[in-house]
Antibody, heavy 122, light 107 residues
Framework: QVTLKESGPGILQPSQTLSLTCTFS??????????VGWIRQPSGKGLEWLAN???????YYNPSLKNRLTISKDTSNNQAFLKITNVDTADTATYYC??????????????WGQGVMVTVSS | DIQMTQSPASLSASLGETVTIECLAS??????LAWYQQKPGKSPQLLIY???SLHTGVPSRFSGSGSGTQYSLKINSLQPEDFASYYC?????????FGAGTKLELK
């Protein structure tokens, strides 16, 4: 059974660094073809893809966030991480992590976490 | 970057009706397109991947089609649980942009 769960600070101030953790089970990020992505959604708005990390440590980022994103993984502890530097109120959103795998020729997130709400406020 | 234009933004339909949602990519994405359903307060759920492959457990009234830059999601015989928001996603290349979404409401 595949599960993912996000954790984060809940609230932080502008200019701080947001650190998110995705703890998963039921698959391994060292298995060929597996990947974990981060997606966010401001309240009442649409989905925004942020970043992806693959089994071979290949990483892809959304260029709209410039150089503020860093994705990483800890394969032995079944975790993936996302850091966003210099946060602003526009980063207030629910953040999801999700799995993609060999069921698709590209990316399609077949399992999602429940999401974690992050508020940026002074 | 590939842009995804989804239409309509909202759709009102009755139980038992058939509806279609469209997604237009700014360039050829070679059928690497996913569709998701999201209900209020819940995480998105994968419906279709690779344009037309039904994800495990998804009812057969959902179907995906298209090629090149034009794709569609069809829902036959709408059920009460189908009233939700729907998103397409470019699965081919980063950034893996989502469409803006379609909110399907009960008429």
């Amino acid at each position: 059974q595949v599960t993912l769960k996000e954790s984060g600070p809940g609230i932080l101030q502008p200019s701080q660094t947001l650190s998110l953790t995705c703890t998963f089970s039921g698959f391994s990020l060292s298995t060929y073809g597996m990947g974990v992505g981060w997606i966010r959604q401001p309240s009442g708005k649409g989905l925004e893809w942020l970043a992806n990390i693959w089994w071979d440590d290949d990483k892809y980022y959304n260029p709209s966030l410039k150089n503020r994103l860093t994705i990483s993984k800890d394969t032995s502890n079944n975790q993936a991480f996302l850091k966003i530097t210099n946060v602003d109120t526009a980063d207030t959103a629910t953040y999801y992590c999700a799995r993609t795998g060999t069921h698709t020729m590209g990316i399609a997130f077949d399992y999602w976490g429940q999401g974690v709400m992050v508020t940026v406020s002074s | 970057d590939i842009q995804m234009t989804q239409s309509p933004a909202s759709l009102s339909a009755s139980l038992g009706e058939t509806v279609t949602i469209e997604c237009l990519a700014s360039e050829d994405i070679y059928d690497i397109l996913a569709w998701y359903q999201q209900k209020p307060g819940k995480s998105p759920q994968l419906l279709i991947y690779d344009a037309s492959s039904l994800h495990t457990g998804v009812p057969s009234r959902f179907s995906g089609s298209g090629s090149g830059t034009q794709y569609s999601l069809k829902i036959n015989s709408l059920q009460p649980e189908d009233f939700a928001s729907y998103y397409c996603q470019n699965g081919l290349s980063a950034p893996h942009t989502f469409g803006a979404g379609t909110k399907l409401e009960l008429k």
